[in-house]
């Protein structure tokens, strides 16, 4: 059975780190690009952060770069995101997700990934 399961989200006050988790089964991890997205209530999906199949090359959202750092692990099939200086704002579902294409990308449109996970909830207090 294909799946991503993401880890590592919770509560945490203004100013405070969280490390997500995203492990991959039953389906080739290394070879794709993989990115994280969060969804807010009544909001729409929302690009955070990509990283290349490699490892070399990664992407963020202006809203999140210099705060978060994506990584993976390719001999673990687990992708992370650390998240550091977390805001109210930054409260959401995230998700992570395979790219679906292994010639092109990353990109930020969720509809370009293929793969997803079922989220983790991240909530800041103010």
């Known amino acids: 059975q294909a799946q991503l399961v993401e880890s590592g989200g919770g509560l945490v006050q203004a100013g405070g780190s969280l490390r997500l988790s995203c492990a991959a089964s039953g389906l080739t991890f290394s070879d794709y690009h993989m990115g994280w997205f969060r969804q807010a209530p009544g909001e729409e999906r929302e690009f955070v952060a990509a990283i290349s199949w490699s490892g070399v090359s990664t992407y963020y959202a202006d809203s999140v770069k210099g705060r978060f750092t994506i990584s993976r692990d390719n001999a673990k099939n687990t992708g992370y995101l650390q998240m550091n200086s977390l805001k109210p704002e930054d409260t959401a579902l995230y998700y992570c997700?395979?790219?679906?294409?292994?010639?092109?990308?990353?990109?930020?449109?969720?509809?370009?990934?293929?793969?997803w996970g079922q989220g983790t909830q991240v909530t800041v207090s103010s």
């Open positions: 997700a395979r790219f679906g294409s292994r010639w092109s990308g990353p990109t930020s449109k969720w509809s370009d990934y293929d793969y």
